[in-house]
């Protein structure tokens, strides 16, 4: 095998790299925004390989020690309409549990593109889950995929 054989093209906004093969990428975007000086809007976006069993298997692998993990949880509705109509594979998982001072709230959208399962997370105190709700609505609807 040569030594371009051995390589791999990875992608981000500012570049691309050739790196050797055999990484994993598990890249993670935290993005923030100020509601006000007290509180925060945060949207965690990953990309995870779907690795065996299915799509479903890696929402229950992920999700499953949920209410062990977080104080309090507690799961609330996901009755969110779709934002692909059908043509994607999509998963949500909306709780609320206890924060040192204050009850807080994640909505979750796994998105399945084969071969990459890709995880949104919106953050937020509870008080304001209409807006966290609000961003995932917009960060789904806008989903695009790259074809380079």
């Known amino acids: 095998m040569s030594e371009a054989q051995d390589k791999r093209l990875y992608h981000f906004d500012e570049g691309v790299l050739s790196l ?8 993670t975007h935290t993005l923030e925004w100020a509601i006000d000086s007290a509180n925060t809007l945060v949207l965690v976006l990953q990309r995870e390989r779907l690795g065996w069993g299915t799509f479903d298997d890696f929402v229950n692998r992920e999700t499953h020690e949920y209410a062990s993990d977080f ?53 937020a105190k509870a008080e304001h889950r209409g807006r966290a709700d609000q961003l995932m609505k917009e960060a789904l609807a806008d989903l695009r995929f790259r074809e380079d």
Do not use: C, M, N, W
């Not at 594979?89 to 796994?110: S, W």
């Open 20 to 27: 050797p093969r055999g990484f994993k990428d598990r890249s």
């Open 71 to 123: 104080l309090g949880f507690r799961a609330e509705p996901t009755e969110f309409p779709d934002p692909f109509d059908g043509k994607l594979p999509l998963r949500r998982i909306v709780f609320r549990y206890k924060g040192d001072h204050e009850v807080l709230y994640h909505h979750q959208a796994f998105v399945f593109s084969a071969p990459l399962v890709l995880v949104f997370t919106v953050k």
